[in-house]
């Protein structure tokens, strides 16, 4: 079992040249031929949040006081989310022709994507310095703890990408529900309103079930708060991070002979 | 565990499911499951082939369209997994079942030699070794900053080929790409082939030109429908199957 665990890691650190090379790629042709360039990762949130502070601050004004920066940090998060699994949903289908003739470890694409959605979200954190000394937010030491939150993100983000990939190789359908699902949990998650805005049930549901509210979370703890988030917090994200790695490996790794013959 | 031979191919068989209407989403899957109408016409691509191919061996894979070569191709590189009947390979195979694999249009030829390079397995410092060789062999210094989009087919063979042999496999698997390409390109791709052959390369090579299959390559494989119609010396081999 560890021989072919080390097997399989041996695989992966020989194809790491071929993954930096994918990740490469996205990111250069993600602003190539146009004007501003890198700049809109950091101008699309920006105008988002503008947007969104305009129609929704003066309704929370009560219990939100830095509604900007609450609003950033949500949708910074919730954004890499959906883009990456939103990409990595179409990796298999969508590189059939290379898998077809040549012989590549197809969860590497999967990889490729988070990576890159990754460093897309790390270029719009200039967005959030920006807000931050805008609204005139104290930085604070605890910002240094936020790649901690960032790995959970990560990982849990591969997992559901793994797992996309695979389910869309045999039914198409689910690059279309897909897109409702993330606009649910979109709403489900509260980047936009105080948590405390949901009834009780529906907060304890979103409390206990939306990962994604365990990362925002914390992230506003370290950002917002200056404080470090609660322990449980931090255990239940990792926990659901690595149970969703899991899973997604699972799923794909029984379906990946498959994959050529669907493609 | 037959340790003399490079590539052993005991009795494989390849099954693929031939469906007149894909069924790739939940409505049809769940229709034909209740028609049950969900296992399509089995095709069997290869029956029961044996090939055992020894270190620096030339083999040749002959047959009509739709005999199965490239299927026999792919199961070798790895990208198929065989229905029935065990594969062993020992070498690092260099697969050159189309040229350019992994080109990606909107990247410059630069860019895209790294990237195919990627692909093929190869590490950032070969890459970057090899650099200068895969430019001078493919003739195309002045093009190396143009999007690869803008290339003729010519240019795309000639860089991919460039790219695939630029180190000396131990398993070289070339399925029908040289077709496209001048006869200057020819010339050119055929001597490369013969320097890896020297070198002691295994070469598996499927063309439908007899005369270079009897330069190239000591043996041959003749596939019809999925079935070893004959397998031995090309000289041989070349002779009956010409006589159709």
């Known amino acids: ?263 | 565990m037959n340790n003399d031979y490079q590539i052993s191919i005991d009795n494989v068989s390849m099954r693929f499911n031939l469906a007149n209407q894909k069924v790739d989403n939940l409505k049809e899957y769940v229709i034909k499951l209740i028609k049950k109408e969900l296992f399509f016409k089995e095709f069997m691509a290869l029956t029961d082939v044996n090939l055992h191919v020894r270190k620096g061996e030339s083999w040749a894979i002959v047959g009509r369209n739709g005999a199965g070569k490239s299927t026999l191709l792919k199961l070798i590189c790895g990208i198929l997994k065989p229905y029935s009947g065990t594969i062993q390979v020992n070498g690092n195979v260099a697969p050159l079942l189309e040229l350019g694999a992994g080109f990606d249009g909107r990247m410059t030829a630069r860019e895209n030699i790294y990237l195919n390079g990627a692909v093929l397995g190869y590490s950032k410092g070969f890459m970057q070794e090899k650099f200068n060789e895969i430019v001078s062999f493919s003739e195309l210094q002045d093009f190396l900053d143009v999007p690869l989009i803008n290339y003729s087919s010519g240019m795309r063979a000639r860089l991919g080929f460039a790219v695939a042999t630029i180190v000396h496999p131990e398993i070289l698997i070339v399925d029908e790409v040289l077709a496209v390409g001048d006869a200057k390109f020819q010339v050119k791709c055929e001597t490369r082939m013969q320097e890896l052959l020297s070198g002691g390369t295994t070469l598996l090579y499927v063309s439908h030109s007899i005369a270079q299959v009897k330069r190239l390559c000591q043996n041959a494989l003749w596939l019809d429908q999925g079935h070893v119609v004959m397998s031995g010396l090309s000289e041989d081999v070349c002779k009956e199957y010409e006589k159709l």
């Open chain 1, 1 to 263: 079992m560890l021989l072919k665990l080390r097997s399989k890691l041996s695989v992966f650190l020989k194809y790491s040249f071929l993954l930096q090379q994918l990740v490469m790629r996205d990111i250069k042709l993600k602003y190539r031929r146009s004007f501003l360039g890198y700049l809109w990762s950091i101008l699309n949130p920006l105008m988002i949040m503008l947007v969104m502070t305009a129609v929704f601050s003066t309704m929370f004004k009560r219990t939100i006081e830095n509604f900007p920066v609450y609003l950033l940090t949500g949708r910074l998060f919730f954004d890499f989310m959906t883009e990456s699994t939103k990409h990595s949903m179409n990796t298999v289908t969508g590189n059939a022709a290379l898998i077809k003739k040549a012989y590549v470890p197809t969860y590497i694409f999967v990889v490729a994507e988070v990576t890159s959605s990754l460093v897309n979200c790390l270029f719009s954190l200039g967005a959030l310095f920006i807000v931050m000394v805008f609204t005139q937010t104290a930085f604070s030491f605890c910002l240094l703890l936020t790649p901690l939150v960032f790995l959970q993100l990560y990982i849990f983000c591969m997992g559901l990408g793994l797992f996309l990939s695979q389910a869309s190789v045999f039914f198409r359908d689910i690059q279309y529900i897909y897109g409702v699902i993330t606009t649910a949990w979109l709403y489900l998650t509260p980047i936009f309103y105080p948590v405390d805005a949901l009834g009780p049930h529906l907060m304890r549901f979103v409390k206990w079930f939306n990962p994604m509210y365990a990362y925002i979370t914390q992230f506003r703890n370290l950002v917002m708060e200056r404080a470090i988030p609660d322990i449980r917090l931090v255990i239940y994200g990792y926990v659901v991070a690595f149970l969703a790695l899991l899973l997604g490996l699972y799923a794909f790794y029984r379906s990946k002979d498959k994959f050529i013959l669907y493609i």
